[in-house]
């Protein structure tokens, strides 16, 4: 990155390597588990270079853990490629978020956009200014970016090598991943009801339908659950109107 | 199949991603669209968990992943980093299986 012209509207350098070295710290730490991303994958049966395709190009970990997932549990790919995007939504929103605080024109943006994870939201979504809202960005985004692609590689190579998944408990692993990136959510009460009715939904619906169907129908508790809240805070507010 | 459903299922999550860079931010003044987008992820992530862990294709099951996901919680309620949880909750299915095998 180069150095940009002295500016007085610039933060400090010492505030900046601060964000440049958590942003880093996120990035190994984020980086490092594209190893059991890689080895799931290939579990799934994906190959190495379908694996490496999802995170160079679909680059979003809860999307490409639930395709392999789907995949994992013999659902049809379409299925798998539904619950992705499903739970690509919530960049969306993180985008929504981040644009006024980026201020990213230009060729910037389209480039700026495959980075916008998790992890580059948090990093900068409170920073104070924008040129270290910036920083934060992009030194988590191609941070993550380029160890969560090498370790995709290594995971799905070691995957290949090591035989029979369920050995080595790699199908739990999946389940354990999940919950990990649902569990900071979990904190609210209404998530949690919304949480057990969609994990309730889901194993109902198994036994009738195709595997990958039973997630796309959870997705409705999270509309239902969204109608139904909105009317119960109505009805509470009305009085105080 | 595959590789359509995985460049599909790709490129739709990059212009997902680009949507949220230019729309304007007033969409999510909408109260309804940021509450139902707010708990999709919650909803997924759920039924991904319940689903991995209790179905084997279109059979409900109690095998070794559910003592595996049992560890993840304990994992994670003593705040261990992520990579720990998948590794605990991997090590915990293999072990089982290693005694009981057929688990």
Same mark, same amino acid.
């Given at each position: 990155?180069?150095?940009?012209?002295?500016?007085?509207?610039?933060?400090?350098?010492?505030?900046?390597?601060?964000?440049?070295?958590?942003?880093?710290?996120?990035?190994?730490?984020?980086?490092?588990?594209?190893?059991?991303?890689?080895?799931?994958?290939?579990?799934?049966?994906?190959?190495?270079?379908?694996?490496?395709?999802?995170?160079?190009?679909?680059?979003?970990?809860?999307?490409?853990?639930?395709?392999?997932?789907?995949?994992?549990?013999?659902?049809?790919?379409?299925?798998?490629?539904?619950?992705?995007?499903?739970?690509?939504?919530?960049?969306?929103?993180?985008?929504?978020?981040?644009?006024?605080?980026?201020?990213?024109?230009?060729?910037?943006?389209?480039?700026?956009?495959?980075?916008?994870?998790?992890?580059?939201?948090?990093?900068?979504?409170?920073?104070?200014?924008?040129?270290?809202?910036?920083?934060?960005?992009?030194?988590?985004?191609?941070?993550?970016?380029?160890?969560?692609?090498?370790?995709?590689?290594?995971?799905?190579?070691?995957?290949?090598?090591?035989?029979?998944?369920?050995?080595?408990?790699?199908?739990?692993?999946?389940?354990?991943?999940?919950?990990?990136?649902?569990?900071?959510?979990?904190?609210?009460?209404?998530?949690?009801?919304?949480?057990?009715?969609?994990?309730?939904?889901?194993?109902?619906?198994?036994?009738?339908?195709?595997?990958?169907?039973?997630?796309?129908?959870?997705?409705?508790?999270?509309?239902?659950?969204?109608?139904?809240?909105?009317?119960?805070?109505?009805?509470?507010?009305?009085?105080?109107? | 199949?595959?590789?359509?459903?995985?460049?599909?299922?790709?490129?739709?999550?990059?212009?997902?991603?680009?949507?949220?860079?230019?729309?304007?931010?007033?969409?999510?003044?909408?109260?309804?669209?940021?509450?139902?987008?707010?708990?999709?992820?919650?909803? %997924?992530? =759920? &039924?991904? #968990? @319940?689903?991995?862990?209790? +179905?084997?294709?279109?059979?409900?099951?109690?095998? $070794?992943? !559910?003592?595996? %996901?049992? =560890? &993840?919680? #304990? @994992?994670?309620?003593?705040? +261990?980093?992520?990579?720990?949880?998948?590794?605990? $909750?991997? !090590?915990?299915?293999?072990?089982?299986?290693? #005694?009981?095998?057929?688990?």
């Amino acid at each position: 990155m180069p150095d940009p012209a002295p500016d007085p509207s610039d933060p400090p350098p010492a505030e900046r390597r601060a964000v440049v070295r958590d942003s880093l710290g996120v990035g190994i730490a984020t980086g490092l588990y594209g190893v059991s991303f890689g080895a799931v994958s290939v579990a799934a049966g994906l190959s190495v270079l379908q694996t490496c395709a999802l995170s160079l190009v679909m680059f979003t970990g809860a999307s490409q853990f639930a395709f392999v997932g789907v995949a994992a549990a013999g659902g049809a790919p379409l299925s798998g490629a539904l619950t992705a995007l499903m739970l690509g939504t919530r960049n969306t929103l993180y985008g929504l978020r981040l644009a006024p605080m980026l201020g990213f024109r230009g060729w910037r943006r389209p480039v700026a956009a495959h980075l916008v994870i998790d992890e580059s939201t948090a990093m900068s979504v409170l920073r104070p200014t924008r040129e270290l809202a910036r920083t934060g960005f992009v030194a988590t985004g191609l941070s993550v970016f380029a160890l969560w692609n090498l370790f995709t590689l290594a995971g799905a190579l070691a995957g290949n090598l090591i035989g029979d998944p369920r050995t080595y408990g790699l199908d739990a692993a999946v389940g354990g991943a999940f919950l990990a990136l649902l569990w900071p959510r979990l904190g609210d009460r209404r998530n949690r009801v919304v949480a057990v009715c969609a994990a309730a939904v889901a194993l109902g619906v198994v036994p009738v339908s195709a595997a990958g169907v039973p997630v796309l129908v959870a997705g409705g508790v999270a509309v239902l659950a969204g109608i139904l809240t909105r009317s119960a805070t109505d009805r509470t507010e009305l009085p105080g109107r | 199949m595959t590789w359509t459903a995985i460049l599909a299922a790709a490129v739709g999550c990059y212009l997902l991603k680009l949507a949220g860079l230019s729309l304007p931010a007033r969409v999510l003044d909408h109260p309804l669209v940021e509450r139902v987008a707010d708990l999709i992820p919650v909803a %997924l992530l =759920a &039924a991904l #968990v @319940a689903v991995q862990v209790f +179905a084997d294709g279109t059979r409900l099951t109690l095998d $070794a992943r !559910a003592a595996g %996901l049992g =560890a &993840a919680v #304990v @994992a994670l309620l003593l705040r +261990a980093p992520f990579l720990v949880v998948v590794f605990v $909750a991997a !090590a915990t299915a293999a072990l089982l299986r290693l #005694v009981f095998p057929g688990w």
